[in-house]
Structures are given as structure tokens and as C-alpha cells.
């Protein structure tokens, strides 16, 4: 009787240690940065995911997604994400501006004070126009 209590007593402990381990939601996502590398302007979308997991043992609630800037514009899930449940934030950059990207989206959840901070960067290059000289025809005149 002695043991049965010894191994109870055991199985409590961890158990308990390990529930402290993954209390609450807790996010965790797969990339932290998206590298658009080189787009030109207007033809590319712009949409680009980001994938994550609630890797902790209470539901996930996205509270918020803030850009750095007007032309990235996040899209989250509402819902409450379940514990072991995956999901995606969307990020829309506007390709109709030229140059260098490198914004952030600031994310906000149930998870404690701190946010998660993610990064999108590449660069967005105007569309090469395509100007052929026409050749020039010959001459009608002789001379």
C-alpha cells in the first residue's frame, strides 16, 4: 500500500509540474518574418500568410493586429483558438508602391502583456515597359 501511495503521490507531482508548464494560451508561430523578395509593382497580390498554434492548454483569443503602416493591412481569425489548434493571420502589402518593405504587425492576444511582433520585408520593383524601337523601314527613294 505504501508503493501504490509513493507512485500516486509521483504521478501528482508531474502532473501538476507539467500542467504549470502550459498554463494559459500561448501562440507560437511558424515564421515570424515574411520575405515578399522581389515583386513588381501592381502584379503580385500582396497577400501573404502567416501560420500559427495555440501550443498552450486554454483557448487563444487574437485581440488585435496593428500595422506599422496604412499599406499593410493584417487580417486574424476572431474565433478563440483551441489548445494543439492551428490558424493564420493574413497580411495584405499594397504593391502599387515602389521600394524597399519592411513593416511590422503588431499582434495583441489573451496570452499576458506581452505582444508578438512580425516582420514583412522585400522590395517592390516598377514594372519594366516594354518600348522597342520600331525598325525603320526602307527607303523608297533612291538617289
Do not use: W
Not at 498552450?56 to 487580417?75: M, Q, R
Not at 516598377?126 to 527613294?141: G, Q
Request: aromatic share 4%; glycine share 8%.
Amino acid at each position: 500500500i505504501k508503493m501504490k501511495k509513493i507512485v500516486l503521490i509521483l504521478v501528482l507531482m508531474v502532473t501538476g509540474l507539467s500542467a504549470n508548464a502550459q498554463n494559459g494560451a500561448k501562440i507560437e508561430f511558424k515564421e515570424e518574418t515574411i520575405n515578399y523578395g522581389e515583386v513588381y509593382k501592381g502584379v503580385d497580390s500582396g497577400k501573404r500568410t502567416f501560420e500559427f498554434q495555440n501550443i498552450g492548454n486554454e483557448p487563444l483569443t487574437i485581440k488585435d493586429a496593428k500595422s506599422s503602416c496604412g499599406c499593410t493591412v493584417p487580417s486574424f481569425p476572431k474565433e478563440p483558438i483551441a489548445p494543439g489548434q492551428s490558424s493564420t493571420i493574413e497580411v495584405r502589402y499594397d504593391t502599387k508602391r515602389t521600394g524597399a518593405i519592411n513593416k511590422s504587425i503588431t499582434i495583441t492576444t489573451n496570452e499576458g502583456p506581452d505582444n508578438h511582433v512580425l516582420q514583412v520585408i522585400g522590395t517592390v520593383l516598377p514594372v519594366k515597359e516594354d518600348k522597342a524601337v520600331p525598325a525603320a523601314e526602307p527607303s523608297l527613294i533612291k538617289g
